[in-house]
């Protein structure tokens, strides 16, 4: 995806292409900010229940928790520098529409990364935490 949104912005100067791109970004980091919200969440609900959960129940919590930061973090890393790309007034202009690809590259990337790991972990701790799960009384 980040090869097409790349050749759509080195191929064509149009600023529309741009927006289009810029608009993309943003539901992108939309989804990253949902991400680590519903990671926060479950890690408060986590952390009530801390003392009674098994040492590899914890370390596997902490990794979902930071597999989606790192992945938020990467994401919005990637989005400032495409912004730069096209805000920044010292950028050559035949070098901003790389530079927007690159950014918006590294920021699918990270994202990729951060689900990659984040996707399996959550469901091992799903299951470890289904487990672990007292009966009802």
């Not at 064509?12 to 993309?24: F, I, N």
């Not at 007034?89 to 920021?107: F, N, T, Y």
Request: hydrophobic share 55%.
């Amino acid at each position: 995806l980040s090869g097409v949104i790349a050749d759509l912005v080195v191929n064509k100067r149009d600023s529309l292409y741009e927006m289009a791109a810029l608009g993309l970004l943003l539901v992108w980091l939309l989804l990253g900010v949902a991400g680590v919200a519903a990671t926060v969440w479950w890690s408060r609900r986590l952390w009530k229940n801390r003392k009674d959960l098994p040492r590899a129940t914890k370390v596997l919590a902490v990794v979902v928790g930071s597999c989606a930061l790192a992945g938020a973090l990467g994401t919005v890393l990637g989005l400032i520098k495409a912004f730069g790309a096209v805000g920044g007034e010292s950028v050559d202009p035949s070098q901003k529409a790389r530079i927007l690809a690159e950014g918006i590259a590294e920021a699918m990337n990270w994202t990729a990364f951060g689900l990659l790991v984040w996707l399996p972990s959550s469901i091992a701790l799903v299951f470890m935490l289904w487990k672990h799960r007292k009966p009802a009384p």
